[in-house]
């Protein structure tokens, strides 16, 4: 070995064992993601591709929920509690089977009132949200004719079944709240189990609202087209679809506030719990003065497949209030 090399191998030998590879060590830990990290994936897929897919979905829903209805009632022999039965169990499943098929194109929407929710959060740009409801009412006038046509019925035949009155718009303000309130919560607990809290939600909506919890303007719309079991007058259709969007609209605000997690440091804790956590800060807080917690930096949105195209991640800071604040 001459002594160039010796030299060389003595100088990486005496090199600081902690020497920076290729980031500084005392990088802040809470130091800012870019914010493309954090974007929805399906915003990866391109407009004309996600509008398709929300206009496909949402014909196949539409398509589950009038076809199962009328299938049933042709078979129940005039039992309305087994048609019902028959007919939330196929639409619980159609739905949970679309959330699945489609969650990972478009978000799997399929529902104006879940688009309303994502465009309050900022998950989507207002032309994009517009543009999401208009495939979503073509999508549902094409279930209707779809089904109709495998069961011999008129392409389009308006219905003549009355649901009006405030008792039933209150249902329809609840089923739309809980239907939202379930997404987002499952969205942040469960994630993978979205599709199926969703589609039993939507089940059980059909027997404990008086309204048979139809929760979707375009399936609203859609049942005023068909003169079977799921129909609804043209005429009630206005006041289903304005307690929809309000039950939405309120549910994305309450759940909003409900699942911000507590600033780091102030979360509540209870029992022996609290008092371990107040000696550990207080040890850590006389050991040294840089005990402090970085501000949080906004709102963190992941995509996941179902309803909702993404979530409510870190609360936003008093400096960075979100959109639904």
């Known amino acids: 070995m001459s002594a160039a090399d010796a ?41 004309a ?44 499943a159609g739905l949970a089977a679309l959330l699945l098929a489609f969650g990972g194109m478009s978000g799997g929407h399929l529902n104006p009132a879940v688009t309303l929710s994502a465009w309050l959060r900022g998950m989507l740009p207002a032309r994009e949200a517009l543009r999401y409801v208009a495939v979503q009412l073509v999508g549902a006038v094409a279930g209707v004719i779809a089904v109709h046509l495998m069961f011999a019925e008129p392409p389009l035949a308006w219905s003549d079944q009355a649901r009006t009155g405030a008792p039933l718009w209150w249902s329809e303000f609840l089923a739309t709240f809980g239907l939202i309130g379930v997404a987002m919560g ?40 068909t003169a079977t079991f799921t129909g609804i007058r043209a005429i009630d259709v206005p006041g289903f679809v304005l307690a929809q969007c309000a039950g939405a609209l309120a ?54 497949s179902g309803a909702l195209d993404g979530r409510i991640g870190s609360p936003a800071s008093s400096a960075a209030p979100t959109s639904a604040d």
Do not use: K, Q
């Open 7 to 47: 030299a060389s191998v003595d100088a990486r030998v005496d090199a600081p064992v902690n020497a920076p590879v290729d980031a500084p060590v005392d990088a802040p830990v809470d130091a800012p993601v870019d914010a493309p990290v954090d974007a929805p994936a399906e915003f990866a897929i391109p407009l």
């Open 49 to 92: 591709r996600r509008l398709v897919a929300e206009a496909l979905g949402t014909a196949l829903l539409i398509a589950v929920v009038i076809g199962s209805g009328l299938r049933a009632e042709r078979l129940a022999a005039g039992n309305v509690a087994l048609a019902l039965l028959v007919n939330s169990l196929a639409s619980g």
């Open 186 to 225: 499952t969205v942040r607990a469960r994630p993978a189990l979205l599709p199926f809290a969703v589609a039993g939600y939507i089940a059980a909506g059909y027997w404990f609202t008086a309204s048979t919890s139809f929760a979707n303007p375009a399936l609203t719309m859609a049942c005023a087209l």
């Open 251 to 304: 549910a994305t605000l309450v759940f909003h506030w409900l699942l911000r997690p507590a600033p780091r440091g102030s979360a509540t804790r209870t029992g022996a719990g609290c008092a371990a956590a107040s000696a550990a800060a207080n040890a850590a807080a006389s050991a040294t003065d840089r005990a402090e917690i970085s501000p949080v930096r906004g709102p963190v949105r992941r995509p996941v």
